[in-house]
């Protein structure tokens, strides 16, 4: 099935890297103030959500859904929840990461949901990409100039990494003490991150 791509409000600044991030087949679904970013990405939009607080509604040939203003979810998590009714189970997020820490924060979290839900998620943007990582292992190849784990639910412990500067064996980060910042893979190698039990954050950063 299509990947679908989920496009915030946020600020974009690289949009070249961005829409090399972009495969030809994804849904792309605009939330509200993300149509802002319509011109520059250079995509036909598959759905457009929002209540149009903070962007004028487009009125396009497109399946729009309007929603009230006052709601439980905010429009990204809605359009997720949405794209996860109609069968979707690969998620990439772009422009939801930026100067609003609480909306920064929120949807973050809409990576553990998808985890949750077992499908894939990825939030990437002008600098860094994050991912959930939970039963399987996770790899980060040495084009990344650092590597953090950064625990965002509770305590994980097993914690394992492998080929990087700084190597773990079964160890434990809460959220209390997150010194799992800034590892660097070793150059040539690939670094393997594997948990036992909990959750963590990756985020792995290009710049």
């Known amino acids: 099935m299509k990947r679908c791509v989920i496009v915030g409000g946020a600020d974009i600044n690289n949009y070249e890297y961005i829409r090399s991030r972009l495969c030809e087949d994804d849904f792309i679904v605009f939330c509200d103030s993300g149509l802002k970013h319509l011109g520059a990405l250079q995509v036909t939009p598959g759905l457009i959500v929002g209540d149009f607080d903070s962007h004028d509604n487009p009125h396009l040939d497109v399946e729009t859904i309007i929603l009230p203003c006052e709601k439980d979810d905010t429009d990204t998590v809605f359009a997720v929840k949405e794209a996860l009714k109609r069968g979707f189970d690969d998620f990439l997020l772009i422009g939801v ?21 077992g499908k894939k998620g990825k939030i990437v943007d002008d600098y860094s990409e994050m991912e959930i990582v939970s039963s399987e292992q996770a790899y980060v190849d040495d084009s990344y100039a650092y590597f953090s784990l950064l625990n965002i639910t509770g305590t994980a412990k097993g914690i394992t990494i492998k080929n990087a500067k700084y190597p773990l ?12 910042i800034s590892n660097e893979v070793l150059i040539g190698h690939t670094a393997m991150i594997k948990i036992n039990e909990g959750r963590l954050l990756l985020v792995k950063v290009f710049v």
């Open 97 to 117: 990461v930026g100067a609003r820490l609480d909306h920064t924060l929120g949807n973050v979290s809409i990576l553990l949901m998808l985890d949750k839900a």
């Open 169 to 180: 064996d079964n160890a434990e980060i809460t959220c209390e003490y997150q010194y799992g």
